[in-house]
């Protein structure tokens, strides 16, 4: 069986008691894509990246990742491997300062194992990664406490997070929601360097409009299982999604 | 006119907050008198103290020790009820490379720290993996267990314990190697706590989620800590077996597990200072108080509940801020 | 012989499942982990008796208020206490067991110390089953624990207030939408709780003498069995404490009485590493808190 692509699901599906939250899902990722997750709440979206992440482990199905079987690795080998993700719910370390909420993912083993050993001070490092999601430096926002930090640097923050792990595929799990469009214009041009570095990118967002601008793909769940998969023209014509979004009147 | 208070930094503290601080002796003073305080107390007062209040200090020395290791765990989200787990390991290790290896106390007492550390994490190691409240209904748990244990089996001297074991040198040695260790600890630990390795154990109380996410092993850091933990506790019973010549089932006693505790929680939990603070608070009070027997526990109990509720800071907190700023009134502006 | 140690083993567990009732049902509802549990058993256990020998009240009347005062001892727990420091585990851990120590303690210091400090039995009569005598106030308990069990899984199961508490016990957050109080709530559960403790005490307090030491051990039988069985889980409390029981039960017939504290140290540390929610826990470690 060759293996191109970065990211294969098969079949994965997990129950809790008795809701069936993913069914069955199949989807292959390839390297550099930027994929779109969408469908209406509940469809099971959060569930795919916790099961691919290893936060939670599935009731059947495989992921495999640059070839290897991830399925039942625990979630911190998993970032080692390369993959990092976002919360929905950011929860930052909120009695530390911004910057120090960055030494935590700058301390992991893959960080440490990229830059060939030890290497200088985390900080300054830290103030860097942060710079380049949108801390502005003269500000000096970076050493605000988080518990004082609006939404829309508290999402910078958990990007920065994910990024300082120089993953190889992120994962972010609604990283527009709650943010202003300006904010969100902001954001997206560090997801595009990301992706001219060659970075692999998924993106689970409700804001429609601004994630087909940027996504090459998008897949629809509902209900846990998977409605359509292709270019985000096409896929915003079928019916299917156009009744799991609007109910049954089209 | 309306006032409001107003809470700032005092002006050494501003000037003492960089490079300059170099440039004058009250600056320097300022930033090193806090620390030169309890080295020098610790260090010099010793003998000009009577023997009994050498002891006592001896007994501050042990019981700060663990509340140092009650306040690391509990800063990395675990809350041990049985410090005493953690001692009576370490003075039995002690008592039994002593009794039966003939080993001196300048080997058993270091040996049965890494020992005692070792037991007590392998024994602890499946709570590792479950919520916070597991662990601290376990390390209350077994100490209880273990002495009816040693009842049944007799094992290790059973009920009469092993007695006649060395002592160390000298009086003076036993309550210097105490001190040190303690200042050893104190200042150690801080730095650590300072650290980036620190910051990660602070992490995992705050949210062990988002530290799994960073790709850190959770398990492996709480076993790093509890190693470190327990070891502390193990090298405080070690020296009291030695400074005993015996060991026996109340080294698993509740005492040892309630004082660190309170001494923690009423000095500041979170600060390794505070710890020290309340243990030098408390064990020299449980003594003039030793008149009213039983009541003294009542007090611990009711400590801890007063001070965890109404002043969770802590002793320390509160001078720490009283050195470091003050409250004026200001005038609200318009 | 056989026979009866398997009665008394049978007893024994549900001796073990009556202690522990109270403090999985304060933990399972509103996830405190009362560590003062152990004082509420000798609180009752103390306030009976001084209720009938200082006060001269009958027996029932002294029993009955006692499960009342300690009831309300345990409402008064969490509104000036834990009502401050709720959420945060390490102080409730800390404030729980700083009023546990503080109670035992102080009836320590206060002299209750001795052989003296009983309770009388409800019925002093004997029967002879299937070879052994067993006494009525251990079928008494069988009885009363067995009826109780019915009463809490049909009060949880079939009526409204009971329904609420399985909803806050089973997500707090969706719980509070629907307009439950979580603190009232949570009293209620600290304070049934502490009722059943003090029944518990009641009803075994007679089979012996009241001692402090009693206190601290009734919390840790009752945290052994529960994290056996899991936390939360009645279930799981019932088998864990039949489990226990008989192994208790059997060690100390066939092995010797003084190794029934390893044999519970063993189990207890089998299961965290076997199965570390306990048999019929509900913890799945990370899993449950995304």
């Known amino acids: 069986m060759t293996v191109t692509s970065l990211l294969q699901v098969r079949d994965l599906s997990k129950a809790f008691g008795g809701v069936q939250a993913l069914n069955l899902v199949n989807f292959d990722l390839e390297q550099g894509e930027l994929l779109g997750v969408i469908g209406p709440n509940g469809s099971g979206k959060t569930t795919l990246v916790n099961l691919i992440t290893g936060f939670v482990k599935c009731s059947r199905g495989t992921v495999n990742y640059k070839g290897r079987d991830i399925t039942r690795w625990a979630p911190h080998r998993i970032v080692c491997l390369g993959i990092a993700r976002t919360f929905q719910m950011v929860r930052p370390f909120y009695q530390l300062p911004a910057y120090k909420n960055m030494i935590i993912p700058l301390y992991s083993p893959r960080v440490k194992k990229l830059a060939g050993g030890r290497y200088g001070s985390r900080d300054a490092v830290a103030l860097d990664l942060l710079e380049e999601v949108g801390f502005e430096r003269d500000s000096h926002v970076a050493y605000k406490v988080a518990s004082v930090l609006p939404q829309g640097y508290l999402k910078r923050l958990e990007l920065a997070k994910a990024i300082a792990l120089k993953p190889d595929l992120l994962i972010l799990d609604e990283l527009f929601s709650g943010l202003s469009l300006a904010e969100v214009a902001s954001i997206v041009p560090i997801i595009e360097k990301l992706r001219q570095q060659g970075k692999t990118v998924i993106m689970i967002e409700h804001r429609l409009k601004e994630l087909f601008r940027i996504a090459d793909r998008v897949i629809v769940l509902n209900y846990g299982i998977k409605i359509a998969d292709g270019v985000p023209s096409e896929v915003m014509e079928s019916d299917d999604v156009k009744k799991a979004y609007l109910g049954t009147e089209v | 006119m309306k006032k409001r208070k107003e809470r700032i930094d005092r002006g050494i503290k501003a000037r003492s907050s960089d490079i300059f601080a170099l440039c004058s002796w009250k600056e320097m003073l300022y930033l090193s008198g806090p620390r030169l305080l309890p080295i020098i107390g610790f260090l010099l007062l010793p003998p000009f103290l009577g023997g009994y209040w050498q002891r006592v200090m001896l007994s501050v020395a042990v019981f700060a020790l663990l509340a140092i290791s009650w306040d690391i765990l509990a800063q990395s989200g675990m809350v041990s009820l049985g410090q005493a787990l953690f001692f009576g390991m370490g003075a039995y290790s002690a008592g039994v490379l002593n009794h039966y290896l003939g080993l001196s106390p300048f080997v058993t007492i270091p040996a049965a720290a890494i020992l005692g550390a070792l037991i007590c994490t392998i024994l602890l190691l499946p709570v590792l993996r479950l919520r916070g409240i597991y662990f601290s209904m376990v390390t209350l748990i077994i100490p209880i267990m273990l002495v009816r244990i040693i009842e049944a089996s007799k094992i290790f001297g059973g009920t009469e314990g092993l007695s006649g074991l060395s002592s160390l040198p000298s009086r003076w040695v036993e309550l210097y190697v105490a001190v040190i260790a303690l200042l050893c600890a104190l200042f150690g630990f801080r730095r650590m706590l300072a650290s980036d390795f620190g910051l990660v154990l602070r992490g995992l109380n705050d949210s062990d989620r988002s530290v799994t996410n960073a790709g850190i092993n959770i398990y492996r850091i709480k076993i790093q800590a509890l190693l470190l933990s327990s070891a502390i506790g193990a090298f405080a019973g070690a020296l009291m077996t030695h400074v005993y010549m015996f060991v026996g089932m109340p080294v698993f006693a509740l005492d040892y597990s309630i004082l660190p505790i309170a001494a923690a929680v009423v000095g500041g939990p979170g600060t390794l200072a505070g710890a020290t603070l309340g243990a030098c608070l408390l064990v020299p009070l449980s003594e003039v108080l030793r008149g009213i027997g039983g009541l003294r526990i009542v007090f611990y109990g009711l400590f801890l509940v007063i001070f965890i509720v109404a002043l969770p800071e802590g002793i320390f907190h509160f001078i720490q801020r009283r050195y470091h700023q003050f409250d004026r009134w200001v005038e609200v502006d318009k | ?290």
């Open chain 3, 1 to 290: 012989m056989f026979a009866g140690t398997v009665i008394y083993a049978v007893i024994n567990s549900i001796i073990l499942m009556l202690m522990a009732l109270g403090f999985n049902l304060t933990f399972g509802i509103s996830g405190i982990a009362n560590f003062a549990y152990g004082a509420l058993y000798i609180f009752s256990a103390y306030t009976s008796w001084i209720l009938l020998h200082l006060l001269g009240l009958p027996y029932p009347l002294s029993v009955l208020l006692s499960i009342l005062f300690t009831a309300f001892l345990g409402a008064l727990m969490y509104r000036l206490v834990l009502l401050r420091v709720r959420g945060q585990v390490l102080s409730e851990v800390i404030a729980t067991f700083g009023m546990g120590l503080a109670i035992l303690e102080l009836f320590r210091y206060l002299g209750f110390v001795g052989f003296e400090y009983t309770l009388p039995v409800f019925v002093d009569k004997s029967f002879f089953i299937l070879g052994t005598f067993v006494d009525m106030q251990r079928i008494m308990i069988v009885l009363i624990s067995t009826a109780i069990i019915a009463a809490l899984w049909i009060f949880t199961h079939h009526t409204s207030l009971g329904l609420a508490f399985r909803g806050i016990a089973q997500d707090e957050r969706t719980a509070l939408t629907f307009g439950m109080d979580s603190d009232w709530i949570a009293t209620l559960s600290v304070s049934l709780g502490a009722a059943l403790a003090a029944v518990a005490a009641t009803v075994i307090i007679p089979l012996g003498s009241i001692s402090v030491g009693e206190g601290y051990d009734v919390l840790i039988k009752a945290l052994a069995v529960c994290i056996i069985g899991g936390l939360g889980s009645t279930g799981g409390l019932v088998v864990a404490a039949f489990v226990i029981g008989f192994a208790e039960r059997l060690t100390d017939t066939y092995i010797g009485s003084h190794w029934t504290m390893t044999v519970s140290l063993a189990a207890i540390l089998i299961v965290l590493v076997v199965k570390p929610s306990g048999f019929f826990g509900k913890q799945k470690e990370l899993e449950e808190r995304i």
